[in-house]
């Protein structure tokens, strides 16, 4: 009994004296590193005979950590933040064997202990680390390996980061430094003490644990960055510029002749508004010196608040994030519209790293209505290894779940408030469907699908055949004004039941795509009673009309074709839809046969952004600014991104995995474009040139699939030749045939198709 009392005291408590076979998680055994911005380093020294071909080693930390074998850096900010589900963590497996050596070997881990939740971290409340080999080497985290709580580490002062982010700000004092502890005697030199062993895996508070299911980071060479210097009252200012905006870690060198000067280290990013993002201050010690702030920064100048005593000698950066690499291209004859491929290619990616998230400032949070923009730029633009970040996502959401079904997000973290029309966009045809489509991954889909069903069992139907109103935490529907929210809900609410129905098909569930299949017809009978002849609104709305529910009747498939005309006057008057809506405001406008008019739309609501010379990025508002100060990275504004892939240049899957997928260009004001997309199933190309009268297509199929052809509607009538041949007699397009259009069905292979 008493026995048994002991163990179950071990795993929650650190204690001393801990035994048994397998690692430990340890921590420090001495002072209390279980407060915010702790940081704590390791070593253990082992001896090897023979280096091993392989040597596979997991480690889980809460919360990052930087590993160094033999005084080189293996990796770099390890570790992803917590949150699988509201109780586990992830764990990398990582090969060190590269790093050995025959003989004395040497293991140094820098861990960084957030100790406080945000809106994308779920902590344990403990610092801790978790070391154990899968190989020869035997290596096991516990009591004789060495730790110390880092003096050089501390708080910085005020102003802090907002309690979004679970980051803190890092101070860094120089002549507390411990240099060269990573392989110098530690125990001796600096007074490293054994370990406390505080449990076994799995025991809490750190719980289960799941594999890294993303890469580790991309990581670039180090870089210098030219940087100018201002004089000021009480101190200098040293603003260095960076190509674009980035992920990336700061690196200064600086001489100080006195020692012990503060010097602030930030971006031009620090600050939205009032609302405070993470920055540095580094202490220095007499002389010169190199420090590198380890907390990643992003924006496009790095500054630096510096004494005027102390010289500056360089400035350096080192780029970092996730691990994936722009493999789509996009280009045309319109300079707008390239230039705004790149800002959209550009903020996407410095949206990504240990989840997508809205901004990488303010937030850091991992919102589905963002995530379901980003997935579809992702599969346009970014290799494949981007798909496994939206897997994560996915099955982030769905453990999170609440018991009654429901969902919410930004997840992981401290954030429980339920935004409804994000939740029925990301479990709907935007968002798990698309996924789907993209990536064929049948095992998400079976893993997520238990909870579609149980959060669109929340939603009802009212008298009216409209979704009825719950109540949630923020029902939100689109920053601006103008929202009729009921008809909102009611649109995203169809798109969902649409997607669960299709997922239904595909898992076998016959009767439960029935159920939604009904649903679906008693909300767009009740949807269309709230068409007044000119547009929609809802009985009970009386603010100016909504163009975001005029433009979700029309990709939901509620509005038919009659209604269009309507539609399309009002979209020339009507502009309340925020930067995340008008992607889809865009996109009916192409389902409309209205594409040039969606082009030009989009430059005059884009221009702010896109010609904006001073950053690289796409803002949050179509103004830089407004409530919460709107990021100027925020890659939801990226949409239409997705919308010249899929309507202008027509690439998009009809089947799973894109082993099938349609080519249907609509040029509208486009003389000449070409696109590569980097799908699972190999790199599709096209491209098209109108040229007087004659339509010229080139398409390259990849092994496996086949593509189906849909002309645009200018071609009907044209003399059609294939690689030279004329006639398409040997090129049926089957189920996927268009009356109104010329339409033929292409097997693998490369094609230049004439229209004349």
Not at 247 to 264: A, E
Not at 282 to 301: A, D, I, P, R
Not at 509 to 523: I, N
Not at 589 to 611: C, H, I, P, Q
Request: with cysteine; proline share 5%.
């Amino acid at each position: 009994m008493l026995k048994k009392l002991l163990i179950a005291v071990a795993a929650i408590f650190c204690v001393e004296g801990l035994s048994a076979a397998g690692a430990k998680w340890i921590s420090v055994s001495e002072g209390n590193a279980d407060v915010p911005n702790t940081w704590i380093a390791f070593r253990k020294d082992f001896n090897l005979e023979k280096v091993p071909d392989t040597e596979k080693v997991i480690i889980a930390a809460d919360s990052k950590y930087w590993l160094w074998i033999n005084g080189k850096l293996a990796v770099f900010e390890g570790g992803l933040k917590r949150g699988p589900n509201p109780s586990d963590g992830y764990y990398d497996e990582i090969d060190i064997a590269p790093f050995l050596k025959s003989g004395e070997n040497k293991i140094a881990v820098l861990l960084w202990y957030f100790g406080k939740d945000g809106f994308s971290h779920k902590g344990s409340g403990k610092a801790g680390l978790f070391f154990e080999s899968e190989g020869e080497t035997g290596l096991k985290s516990s009591a004789d390996w060495l730790s110390k709580i880092h003096p050089g580490y501390g708080m910085a002062g005020y102003p802090v980061p907002n309690y979004r982010l679970s980051e803190s700000n890092i101070k860094f004092d120089a002549n507390r430094d411990m240099p060269g502890w990573q392989t110098a005697d530690a125990a001796e030199k600096w007074g490293f003490k054994k370990s406390r062993e505080c449990g076994e895996w799995g025991s809490p508070p750190w719980n289960g644990h799941q594999k890294r299911p993303i890469p580790m980071w991309k990581l670039r060479q180090v870089r210098s960055a030219e940087f100018v210097r201002a004089k000021g009252k009480e101190f200098d200012t040293v603003t260095a510029k960076l190509p674009y905006n980035m992920q990336m870690t700061p690196i200064i060198t600086v001489n100080d002749p006195d020692g012990n000067s503060l010097i602030g280290i930030k971006t031009d990013h620090v600050k939205i508004a009032d609302i405070w993002n993470v920055r540095a201050e580094y202490v220095t010690k007499k002389g010169k010196q190199t420090y590198e702030s380890l907390g990643w920064m992003n924006g496009h100048h790095i500054i630096l608040e510096v004494p005027r005593n102390v010289k500056v000698e360089r400035v350096e950066y080192r780029e970092s994030g996730y691990g994936t690499e722009p493999s789509g291209k996009f280009s045309c004859d319109d300079p707008f519209f390239s230039a705004f491929w790149e800002k959209a290619l550009r903020t996407l990616y410095v949206n990504m790293r240990d989840n997508y998230f809205d901004c990488p400032e303010r937030e850091r949070a991992q919102w589905w209505g963002d995530v379901v923009v980003l997935m579809g730029e992702s599969f346009y633009t970014y290799s494949v290894s981007s798909h496994a970040l939206m897997r994560k996502g996915i099955r982030e959401l769905v453990s999170w779940a609440k018991p009654d079904g429901v969902l919410f997000s930004p997840i992981p973290g401290n954030y429980s408030s339920e935004l409804p029309g994000q939740m029925l966009a990301s479990v709907g045809r935007y968002g798990f469907w698309n996924y789907y489509m993209n990536t064929g991954d049948i095992d998400t889909l079976k893993f997520a699908y238990p909870a579609v069903k149980k959060y669109l069992g929340l939603w009802k139907l009212d008298e009216t055949g409209l979704t009825a109103p719950r109540k949630t935490g923020w029902p939100w529907g689109d920053w601006g004004t103008s929202l009729d929210k009921r008809l909102i809900f009611a649109a995203w609410h169809y798109i969902a039941l649409d997607s669960a129905a299709l997922m239904a098909d595909e898992l076998g569930l016959g009767e439960d795509a029935k159920e939604y299949r009904l649903s679906m017809e008693k909300l767009k009978a009740g949807f269309n009673k709230c068409w007044n002849g000119a547009a929609y609104r809802h009985p009970e709305y009386n603010d100016a009309t909504d163009d975001r529910v005029q433009a979700l009747a029309v990709i939901s498939g509620i509005a038919d074709k009659s209604k269009y005309e309507s539609i399309f006057k009002l979209f020339k008057t009507q502009f309340y839809a925020s930067p995340y809506m008008e992607k889809y405001v865009m996109e009916a406008l192409f389902l409309m046969g209205r594409g040039e008019y969606a082009l030009e739309r989009a430059k005059k609501r884009f221009a702010n952004m896109v010609e904006n010379k001073n950053y690289t990025t796409l803002f949050e508002r179509w103004e830089v600014g407004g409530d919460l100060g709107g990021s100027v990275n925020h890659a939801w504004s990226g949409g239409p991104l997705t919308v010249i892939a899929q309507y202008l240049c027509g690439l998009y899957p009809l089947e799973p995995a894109w082993k099938t997928f349609k080519v249907e260009p609509y040029p509208a004001k486009f003389k000449r474009a070409s696109i590569e997309v980097p799908s699972v199933a190999g790199k599709i190309k096209s491209a098209f040139v109108c040229d007087g009268g004659r339509f010229l297509l080139d398409l390259s199929v990849p092994r496996g699939t086949e593509a189906v052809v849909v002309l645009p509607a200018f071609c009907s009538g044209k003399k059609i030749s294939i690689n030279g041949k004329s006639g398409l007699s040997e090129f049926g397009a089957g189920k996927f045939a268009n009356p109104k259009k010329t339409t033929f069905k292409l097997p693998a292979g490369e094609y230049s198709i004439v229209a004349e």
